[in-house]
């Protein structure tokens, strides 16, 4: 078996690869961090090949899906698009750059990795696709309404893309974490609710991928909370998320 996994040099991405190794799968990763994807490589059991890569550069993410590959002696049985990119934006003090760099890395870094990988999925009618999206993406949040936005357009691709596939033999999963302690929340100031280990995460996306989830979607708690939301009336939701835009963050541990 093998995979292919976006963002992999730390947080979610990592650890995943460690717990898909531990489960017998090859691996190709793929980050811009090329000494951390080396290390991690090196650590791993199974197969595993580190491709230095910008997931917004689309020729360079089609030919480290080449290249991984080639390396691992045969086409990609999972495709996870994991890479992406948090940073705080305000309606009030709007960074179109900042928004811009989202959007590239956590959208069409999907993109890009989804037409890497599922043609030669549909050629042999078999294999996964998956998209680490956000409980974020249920609904707007103040103080990370851009974020918020990619991974809403993450989930609605994956969603009809799942619908459209499933005929070809091609599994599309599409997975909502919560808070994961991974450097990607250490920017915020405060008590974060809910919070689940990378490892546990990791767990829990390998169980879903390898029983053909449709969905994956943890904790429980964080789930039914933004679950519960989405069904709030809209004058309620902005009283209610009215603190959340005032939100206190690092600015030293803002990462771009």
Known sequence: MRAIITGASSG????????????GWSLALLARRGDL?????????????????DVTDREAVREAARR?????????????????ISVPTW????????AERIIRVNVLGMFYLFDATVPAMIERGSGRFAGIASIAGLRGLPSASVYSASKAAMQSFLEASRVELAPRGVG????????????IIEKYKGRVPFVMEAPEAARRIADGLERGAREVEF????????RTIRLVPNALYDVVLKPYAKRRIDPAKVRR
């Not at 994807?37 to 890569?53: F, N, Y």
């Not at 919560?178 to 450097?183: A, I, L």
């Open 12 to 23: 979610i991405g990592a650890a995943l690869a460690r717990e898909l190794s531990r489960r």
């Open 37 to 53: 994807l080396e290390a991690l490589a090196a650590e791993l059991k199974t197969p595993a090949v580190a491709l230095p890569c």
């Open 68 to 84: 991984g590959a080639e390396a691992l002696g045969g086409p990609f049985d999972l495709a996870v698009a994991n890479a992406g």
């Open 91 to 98: 309606a009030t003090k709007f960074n179109v750059d900042d």
């Open 172 to 183: 599309v999963t599409i997975v909502n974490p919560g808070w994961v302690r991974t450097p």
């Open 219 to 226: 904790p429980l708690p964080m789930s039914m909370l933004m």
